[in-house]
């Protein structure tokens, strides 16, 4: 079992950056495949960014392209979403999602995410 606490969300002015950080517990999360996903009012769920589980792979959705990014410290249990020249369009709920991967590969896909934070409010005011 892992547990993903998510913590960083905030309120944040048109270009504001936002940093998000997802703790783990265990001491198997070096083995974890990474995401971020988001949810807003009235839409699905939506992959963010993902990062593999040594950390030399990321992906990203096109709306996070050149303004986010994901990194991962394994020494700390931690995975993060740095989010820079935020839009109102970035308000949603931000959650964190992790999965055991034998392989050095980035997971894009939710239904493939087997453990899931109780994610974090971002809203981004215009």
């Known amino acids: 079992q892992v547990q993903l606490v998510e913590s960083g969300g905030g309120l944040v002015q048109t270009g504001g950056s936002l940093r998000l950080s997802c703790a783990a517990s265990?001491?198997?999360?070096?083995?974890?495949?990474m995401g971020w996903f988001r949810q807003a009012p009235g839409k699905e769920r939506e992959f963010v960014a993902g990062?593999?589980?040594?950390?030399?792979?990321?992906h990203y959705a096109d709306s996070a392209k050149g303004r986010f990014t994901i990194s991962r410290d394994n020494a700390q249990n931690t995975v993060y979403l740095q989010m820079n020249s935020l839009k109102p369009e970035d308000t949603a709920v931000y959650y964190c999602?992790?999965?055991?991967?034998?392989?050095?590969?980035?997971?894009?896909?939710?239904?493939?995410?087997?453990?899931w934070g109780q994610g974090t409010q971002v809203t981004v005011s215009s």
């Open positions: 990062i593999s589980r040594s950390g030399s792979s990321t």
């Open positions: 999602a992790g999965r055991y991967n034998f392989m050095d590969y980035v997971i894009t896909a939710e239904r493939e995410y087997g453990y």
């Open positions: 265990g001491s198997t999360f070096s083995t974890y495949a």
